[in-house]
């Protein structure tokens, strides 16, 4: 019996946004609305659904406004009350009082890897998850709601005692733009991970093995901003050289928790709503729109 069991999350927020410029000079891009809540509450959402109540968020100068967020505020809410909108008090009550959030500043921008490094102290010796902060997931069956990903990995990960990020499937032409995981599918979704490798070429992409027809379909699947780690990773990040950039890759010290551990994927369970840049967003904001106007048809 696994006698892993995770409570702690980071959430990597720290990013310069640049793709954003000039708003994301003074509004980090992961307090920008969708709907009618900010992306990162969308991630702290998810978290909490897999019961990940313990997190730290990584932010960096200038991005204060997400503590701010997620703090009390005691004179607004009797404001509201004494006004007889007892409702949207309990409501901001709600958005701070749904998990312990802690903060760490990252001072300088050296990667994903380096992000998540910055979280050591905080994990101990304990597995974690890690969901990144410009990323939301909504499920397929109910847009509004929390994607049921971060406790399928979460499940992976106190089931078999090996790390497991989710993936999602992504044709040849656009593997270079993601880390991609290969290996096999050893049940519905669930996949033994043989082979990581960040924004490889096409034509050397890696590929996981399908049971559907007797195993002979292949497809590429890339990470899809959601993983569970066991606290072995820290060791390896504090290993790993900087790469291109000067940045610590995440997907350099992984490799090295497989080649030690053992490594699984989990099929994506709903989709990935990413607002990296300003086309995401977009993206992201007409979808729900879309899914919206559905429902109330």
Do not use: C, W
Not at 103 to 109: F, G, V
Request: proline fraction near 6%; charged fraction near 25%.
């Amino acid at each position: 019996m696994s006698t892993l069991r995770i409570r702690k999350a980071i959430i990597p927020a720290a990013g310069f946004g640049t793709r954003f410029l000039p708003i994301s000079k003074t509004v980090p891009k992961e307090m920008l609305p969708v709907g009618d809540k900010p992306v990162i509450q969308y991630v702290v959402e998810e978290a909490v659904a897999a019961g990940l109540t313990e997190i730290l968020i990584v932010i960096s100068r200038g991005k204060e406004a997400i503590p701010d967020y997620f703090a009390r505020n005691p004179e607004l809410e009797r404001r509201l009350e004494a006004s007889g909108k007892g409702a949207l008090a309990a409501g901001l009550r709600r958005i701070s009082e749904m998990a312990r959030i802690h903060y760490i500043y990252q001072h300088e921008m050296k990667g994903l890897g380096h992000a998540v490094l910055q979280g050591r102290s905080f994990v101990g010796d304990e597995p974690f998850g890690v969901l990144l902060g410009d990323t939301f997931i909504s499920p397929e069956t109910d847009p509004a709601g929390t994607s049921a990903t971060m406790s399928r990995l979460v499940a992976t990960l106190e089931d078999r005692n090996t790390s497991a990020v989710a993936v999602e499937p992504v044709s040849a032409g656009r593997v270079d733009r993601y880390g991609v995981a290969g290996g096999e599918e050893i049940a519905s979704g669930l996949f033994q991970v043989r082979e990581m490798v960040e924004k490889p070429e096409p034509a050397a992409a890696p590929v996981i093995r399908l049971l559907s027809d007797g195993g002979g379909e292949s497809r590429h699947y890339a990470f899809a901003a959601r993983y569970v780690f066991t606290s072995g990773l820290f060791a390896e990040l504090e290993r790993t050289p900087p790469g291109k950039n000067g940045e610590i890759q995440l997907t350099d010290a992984m490799t090295a928790l497989k080649d030690k551990e053992g490594f699984h994927a989990v099929a994506l369970d709903g989709t990935r709503r990413d607002i990296g840049d300003p086309e995401g967003l977009r993206n992201a904001l007409n979808s729900l729109e879309l899914e919206a106007n559905l429902r109330t048809v």
